[in-house]
């Protein structure tokens, strides 16, 4: 009898032993593929985060970055005359500053757009400038061959006086870009336009005898 009531308590055991991994089996099955469902959403939010452009930006900044490369490049082609065409020292020296400086920041901007999945204005041999001639500050085809075709002292007039508008329109430019985009480095990058080129219009407009 004993021996019998051992057995019963024995198989009751068994019994509850196994109800019980059949249930921790279930809930496992349950809240792992809970668990695992959170999982994949965060590495897919660690993932886009991971590939997506640090830092906000909105369509401002798409258009201050689409518009200051073509802008920067007529100047730095401008700039480029100077250095066979001006006969003043001063002038080719500026210009070389406006090359140095503009370089950089199309190829910055540049990586900007690429990064946004935004298309990057495409640099052609010969750049067409009737394209962007409604740009504030930008000069026309016509003014891009006669100051090709000018040498000397009147080179350097005409490029003064070019090179005046062109920086006050980047100054516009990056005014806008102060006030409606939403990027931390384009916004830095338009108080450094702003801050530069409006101290070379000073110098501009000295060396042209107004200042």
């Known amino acids: 009898m004993r021996s019998l009531t051992r057995r019963t308590a024995l198989t009751a055991a068994a019994a509850t032993a196994a109800l ?22 965060t590495k897919t939010s660690a993932s886009a985060s991971a590939s997506a452009p640090s830092g906000r930006h909105n369509k401002a900044d798409v258009s201050f970055a689409q518009g200051m490369i073509p802008h920067h490049r007529q ?41 946004w999945g935004e298309d990057v204005p495409e640099a052609m041999p010969g750049m067409d400038h009737s394209q962007h001639e409604g740009m504030p500050g930008m000069m026309s085809s016509k003014d891009m061959e006669e100051l090709k075709k000018a040498s000397g002292a009147a080179f350097d007039t005409a490029f003064l006086k ?18 409606k985009g939403a990027y931390g480095p384009a916004k830095t990058m338009a108080d450094d336009i702003i801050k530069t080129q409006s101290e070379e219009i000073t110098v501009l407009n000295k060396l042209l005898g107004k200042g």
């Open 20 to 41: 019980s991994l059949t249930l921790t089996a279930c809930g496992s099955d349950d809240g792992g593929s809970g668990g695992h469902s959170g999982h994949d959403s």
């Open 75 to 115: 100047a730095v082609e401008m700039a480029g005359l100077a250095a066979s065409r001006a006969s003043s020292s001063q002038v080719k020296k500026l210009a070389a500053d406006i090359k140095k400086a503009q370089d950089p920041e199309i190829r910055t901007m540049s990586g900007w757009l690429e990064a």
């Open 162 to 179: 070019l090179m005046v508008q062109h920086h006050q329109g980047a100054v516009e430019m990056a005014g806008t870009e102060k006030r």
